[in-house]
């Protein structure tokens, strides 16, 4: 895709379950923002999974924790990695890495997604240190026995996650 004066316009996705979106997560779109003309963080709509929030609900506090940035689009989607980033017309596809462990399952997907969709590339940014302990599945973890995750996730989030553990407690 080119702009008006015909320069390459570059579009990243980056695509995740982010149920809910953490500030590893932030970390990575923040990072990546800075880029890319156009970010796309894409909630993927995994059926196989059991997420505390829906894809609005994560969209949603996406948009929140990402509006001070002005090229950062979220959607969400169902099909394959592959065929959304062609659908977008995105040449990368952006992953954050926190681990060894991480990067041999993330070389393994970027493998299978180059041999589906050639004309993406996989990029991958390691997290910030200090959030390379963190995933969501601790941070629901930690809010679900009424822990402390105001510096694991956004206010917004820290709230969403108060208000769902909450009303699962008062049932």
Same mark, same amino acid.
Do not use: C
């Given at each position: ?64 924790? *990402?509006?001070? %940035?002005?090229?950062? !689009?979220? &959607? ?6 592959? $065929?959304?980033? @062609? ?61 402390? *995750?105001?510096? %694991?996730?956004?206010? !917004?989030? &820290? ?6 553990? $909450?009303?699962? @407690?008062?049932?």
């Amino acid at each position: 895709m080119t702009t008006e004066n015909n320069s390459t316009y570059r579009i990243a996705v980056y695509p995740g379950s982010f149920d809910p979106v953490t500030m590893g997560h932030m970390d990575i779109i923040t990072r990546a923002s800075k880029q890319f003309d156009l970010l796309i963080v894409a909630v993927l709509n995994n059926l196989s999974k059991n997420p505390l929030f829906t894809v609005e609900e994560r969209k949603d506090l996406l948009r929140e924790a *990402t509006r001070h %940035l002005p090229n950062v !689009e979220i &959607d969400s989607f169902r099909d394959l990695l592959a $065929n959304y980033v @062609r659908q977008r017309n995105a040449q990368v596809i952006v992953r954050g890495i926190r681990t060894v462990t991480d990067f041999e399952y993330e070389l393994q997907l970027a493998s299978t997604n180059h041999k589906l969709n050639p004309d993406a590339e996989t990029i991958f940014m390691m997290t910030h240190p200090k959030y390379s302990f963190l995933s969501s599945s601790l941070v629901k973890e930690i809010a679900h026995f009424n822990g402390d *995750t105001t510096d %694991l996730v956004s206010p !917004e989030v &820290d709230a969403a996650l108060r208000r769902k553990f $909450n009303a699962a @407690r008062e049932q």
